[in-house]
């Protein structure tokens, strides 16, 4: 089955700083990378996600790449906020038949203001 | 608005007992998930459902069962809950077909057994 991989489980930078997640996947059949945010004591919600015919996509300061050939997509936040601190999970699923996503193990972004 | 609700937010329980986790959606979605979250393990697949009556297990079923009589509810069973089943549950839900694969999570239910 597919295998996630999500680093760094930590990430703490300034406020205006740049973050970037990154994850690895296993499974080469593997066609849609979605991006939940989990704010403190709430659902996660997905932010962004990306198809494997796509090399990049953007939404305002968020951003994600996929590298089909090395298996791995990263998150890009620019000039980050207090308010984008909560914990990422990245995901890798093929969309054919039952969608069942693999999950990461999680990063938890602390923005200092 | 898609909403997904679960019938608790916390839930205390003894070693033991039969324990009964609701989730409910109103979108008319056709699969629905069960995960456990633990610090630093990510979300776990405990059980899918892809249609009423219909179940597959996912990565963590052991001591876990599941049940779909209807295509808006998915309930998740301890049989005999232990104290390492302690944790988050986060039921989810998505449509088929539709070519949006987003997945919608209820508020989640902390479990404690003690």
């Known amino acids: 089955g597919e295998n996630v991989e999500q680093h760094p489980s930590t990430l703490s930078v300034q406020e205006g700083d740049s973050a970037v997640i990154k994850c690895t996947y296993s499974d080469s059949a593997s066609n849609y990378f979605p991006w939940y945010k989990q704010e403190l004591g709430k659902r996660p919600q997905l932010i962004i996600d990306?198809?494997?015919?796509?090399g990049e996509k953007k939404d305002q300061r968020i951003a994600v790449t996929l590298n089909k050939t090395a298996k791995h997509f990263s998150l890009h936040i620019t000039e980050t906020q207090p308010e984008d601190s909560a914990v990422y999970f990245c995901?890798?699923?093929?969309?054919?038949?039952?969608?069942?996503?693999?999950f990461g193990r999680g990063t938890s972004l602390i923005v200092h203001p | 608005d898609v909403k997904v609700t679960q019938s608790s937010r916390y839930l205390v329980k003894r070693t033991g007992e039969k324990v009964f986790l609701e989730c409910v959606q109103d979108m008319d979605h056709e699969n629905m998930f069960w995960y456990r979250q633990d610090p630093g393990l990510g979300l776990r697949l405990i059980y899918f459902?892809?249609?009423?009556?219909?179940?597959e297990k996912g990565d963590i079923p052991e001591g876990y069962s599941v049940s779909r009589e209807k295509k808006e509810r998915f309930s998740l069973i301890l049989e005999s809950a232990s104290t390492n089943q302690t944790s988050m549950y986060l039921c989810a839900s998505t449509a088929t077909g539709t070519g949006v694969y987003e997945q919608y999570f209820g508020p989640g239910t902390r479990l404690t057994v003690t």
């Open positions: 990306i198809r494997s015919n796509v």
């Open positions: 459902s892809y249609d009423v009556k219909m179940k």
């Open positions: 995901a890798a699923s093929k969309t054919g038949g039952s969608y069942i996503p693999t």
